[in-house]
Structure formats: C-alpha cells, structure tokens
C-alpha cells in the first residue's frame, strides 16, 4: 500500500474559481463597438434576434439571414425572451409591431430600456408601417424601420450598414 491521499476536490475547485474570479475581474472591460470590430474582423458571424409571431415569415427570414452567414435566434413574442436570451451577446435586435400579449413598441421601450440591451441596433420589421408607426419606432430608439413586404436585397443592406 501506499502514502497517497485522497485529493480534496472541492478545496481546489474553490481555489480555481477565486483565481478565476480575480483575473476575470482585472480584466479591462471592451465597449460594444471594439465588440462588434473585433467580430467582424474575426469574421465571426453576427448574432441576430428576431422576434415575429407569424410562423411561416419567421421560418423564411431565419433561413435567408442563417444563408447569408448570420447566426439567428428566434422567438414568436416577448414571453420567450427569458429562453433565448443567454450568454452569447446579441449584435441586433429584428423585431415585428403587431405582437400578441405585449406589442413591438412596448417590448422595444423595454428592451431599450435595459442597460444591457439598449446599445444593440433595434430594426423594426412590419406591415405596419405607416408615417407615424415609423415616427413612433424612431422615438422608441429604433435605429430602422423596414416595411413588409421587402426585397431581401435591402435587408441585407440595412443590416450590413448597421453591423
């Protein structure tokens, strides 16, 4: 037999997570947009979250903007937020008006409202686009509004200009 001990595992675990603590925490803290230069030049794909009630539209946007290299999560309304929202940052918020239960103007000034979320670019996407929806989207702090329908072309654009 031998001298050997057994390992405390759990006093080591905590040393690790001290240290671990403590570096994180020296760490110097990136703003959004060295963030978001340092992912495109990584050529890391952007996240977007897209929020849109109507099943068939959202299918077909999440396959088209996954085709054109983006990373997409989606929800059907405000109520999903707390699954989607995790640890991976989001780069762009697309968002449609005519939600049930909480509307895209209302989600949108919550949305802008909170000190994590509010620097991250809001597009509105909407068959509801009249002068004053637009105005109203604007004011709230979104940085687009593009009416439904649209040519993917232009979505592409916008959200290339904005990224």
Excluded: C
Excluded at 18 to 31: A, C
Excluded at 34 to 46: A, C, G, I, T, V
Excluded at 125 to 139: H, R, W
């Amino acid at each position: 037999m031998s001298d050997r001990k057994k390992i405390n595992v759990e006093s080591l675990v905590k040393e690790i997570e001290k240290l671990t603590k403590k570096n994180i925490s020296d760490k110097d803290i990136v703003s959004l947009e060295d963030y978001r230069k340092l992912k495109k030049k990584n050529k890391e794909p952007f996240h977007v979250l897209f929020i849109d009630d109507d099943e068939s539209f959202r299918r077909a946007l999440v396959r088209f903007l996954e085709s054109e290299g983006y990373r997409v999560t989606a929800a059907t309304d405000g109520t999903q937020l707390d699954k989607v929202l995790g640890d991976d940052p989001i780069d762009l918020i697309l968002l449609d008006v005519g939600l049930p239960w909480v509307n895209g103007y209302e989600l949108a000034t919550i949305l802008k409202g909170h000190k994590d979320l509010k620097s991250i670019p809001l597009v509105f996407v909407s068959g509801k686009a009249t002068d004053l929806d637009i105005q109203k989207g604007k004011n709230i702090g979104a940085d687009d509004f593009i009416p439904k329908p649209f040519e993917l072309e232009d979505l592409k654009e916008r959200l290339a200009r904005l990224l």
